[in-house]
């Protein structure tokens, strides 16, 4: 820590309030930690879930097309494919959670594929649209951990920072300039004891 | 050239249909490069030379199978040439559904083209000026132009003109049974009947389902003399009743379970499994009748179909058992 130490009761007085404040600090977050890894923990018990289901619905959604496409050749499926008339829109948003700022992923446009598939397809249309619908909401919690993750690793860092070095150094600062402080109003205490003494002598010769 | 010398040649050609053994032990390849060698001992052989990618062998298939058509329409003569055209027309109406959707979804030419049935003589319309077209609209403008097809002035999807391109294939199929012989004339009928039973049947339990609109079932349900009237269909399909359908048609029950379940690609195999059933009944009887050669047709397509499908569930890497239920058998 670089700073102009000076051992005056004013700079010791400052150091103190310095001290108090980053204590508070410690704490505060020390605090946002706790809650980034209660929302960290709540979100990847949410991700652990999503992430099975999507790969079940992953499982059904190619044997679906495998059994569509093998009844029904490749021509069927690609032409069928080209009906879809609108194309998938999303939009991020940035969202700030305990000041983290995360994406949210809103759909603007998805295709409907009871509006254009032909009836045979359509169940499989509808399935891929359901999984899309659900991979965007992986992606958006997959960026959620992210930065949350990124975000608590550096709170982490500042409060190990605080704890076991900012705070003990000031703490020893503080102590040592204490120390020299006492040290020196116990001298200037002898000192003027000394002269009292002196006084007092040289007035009794006279 | 008679009608006994395509009998004939029907006869002839029939052997070289694969075997049922011969398609399982296709659909126990491992891999596609093992369905090909396996493959290459057949008709398919010479064609399927070369063939790596799933496309390439799909189209390999789709070649031979054509020129199996061709082969079989340049032995038929006079009359029965000109009801075995009209019967072939299916795979032009294959093609202009694949257009018309290509064409909905602004596909360029050589996308649409990359995708058509080899047709060729096997149909009436020139494809080329349709793949021109710049839009849907001028594409149907030219079907339209052509008088082969009557599509109807204003459709609010695809599926009402696919239906519509289907119903005057249909309606010309079932007007070309007067130039077959006079003994096989029920038959063809019958047979013709039940593909659109069937297609009626597929809209009555979509609009049940409401997938498709009450409104659009009345243009989606194809006139059958051979089959289910459409008036009772349209009265079903106001009752909402499936429970109905499949009791009073129990020929169907096979086919209408499976589209009930939801499995609509079950229900497609299931078709054609209920047609080779009624062929495969006729079969004794009408060995040398004109009918052979329609019970000829069906198996060759089958034979296609089964062998495209166990190529694509062999790229799926399906398990055998998947696969073999995708069989028609």
Known sequence: MSMGVRYTRGFLLDLKRRLTFVRDAHELLEMKRDQLVRELKEVIEKFKEMREKIEKEVEELHRELAMVHATYGSQEILSSSRLLKESLELEVIPKSIMGVDVPEVRIKKIPKPEEACPPHILKLAKMASTIIRDLIKLAELEAFIERIAEDLRKTNIRVNALEKVVIPSYEALIKRISDIIDQSSLEEFMRIKIVKKALAKRRAIR | MSLTYLICRVHGYAPRLLTRDMILDLASARTL??????????????????????????????????????????????????????????????NLVLVLRMKAGKASEKEIERLLIPVEELGTLKIEPI??????????EIIRGSKRYLLPEKAENILVLETSLWKDYYAALLKNISKTPLQDRKDLKKFIGLEIDLHNLKICLLTMDEIIKSSEAKKLIIRNPAGIPRRRLLSLVKRRAKDLLLELFHNYRGYLEKFISGELWLAEIEKYKILKRYVDA???????????????????????????????SIYHELPVEARTRLLIM
């Open chain 2, 131 to 140: 793949l021109k077209a710049e839009n849907l609209e001028q594409a149907l």
């Open chain 2, 282 to 312: 006729l079969r004794i009887p009408k060995f040398i009748n004109f009918f052979y050669v329609m019970k000829y047709l069906l198996d060759l397509e089958i034979e296609y179909r089964n062998l495209r499908s166990i190529a694509i």
């Open chain 2, 33 to 94: 490069q093992e369905f090909v060698e396996k493959l290459s001992r057949t008709d398919y052989g010479q064609k399927l030379e070369g063939a790596r990618t799933l496309t390439e062998i799909e189209d390999s298939l789709t070649e031979v199978f054509m020129n199996k058509l061709r082969a079989l329409l340049k032995a038929a003569s006079g009359r029965t040439q000109t009801f075995l055209k009209a019967y072939l027309r299916r795979y032009e109406v294959q």
